[in-house]
């Protein structure tokens, strides 16, 4: 069920969703950490990656996944926005209906190096998959926070 919320009533509850998974309070996120709040980054680092995107007027990075040095994953109120050194590449929340992975590597995953790539689906409600590979260390948070934004539909001003 999608339930409709104002802008920033949607990056509120991606931020909860991100914080109640670390089990940690805002404070102790210091930025570094390979899946953390945008608002965390460095000014810098947020330059970098704000200057890539083209954002919908009332669109608000929360979440940014470290993939390498020049691939990130950015969840902002409305979609997940891959970026690349070549291309970026968007799921809105609104054409998104699940997270799909590999069964085989659920087992092992934990056994895995935090940094090897395993793949992600990103499946949307016309049947159509996006593929990313994110790093295995954060595939439980990305999981946990991905799996619920299903259940958003942002309240556009027309």
Known sequence: ?????????AAHKIKHWY?????VIE????????????EKLTVEKQ?????????????????????????YVVNTNERFI?????????VYYEEFETIVFYQSIHSKIEKMSPTKLVDIGLKKTDGDMVFW??????????????RRVDTIRIINDK
């Open 27 to 38: 404070f102790q996120i210091n930025g570094g950490e390979p899946f953390t709040l945008f």
């Open 82 to 90: 891959k970026i690349t050194s070549k291309n970026i590449e968007s």
């Open 47 to 71: 330059t970098a990656i704000t200057k890539q995107i083209n954002f919908n007027s009332k669109e608000i990075p929360i979440l940014v996944l470290t993939i390498n040095t020049s691939t």
């Open 1 to 9: 069920m999608r339930i409709a919320m104002e802008p920033k009533q």
């Open 19 to 23: 914080l109640m998974h670390s089990r």
């Open 133 to 146: 590979k994110i790093p295995a260390g954060e595939f439980y948070h990305f999981w946990d926070v991905a």
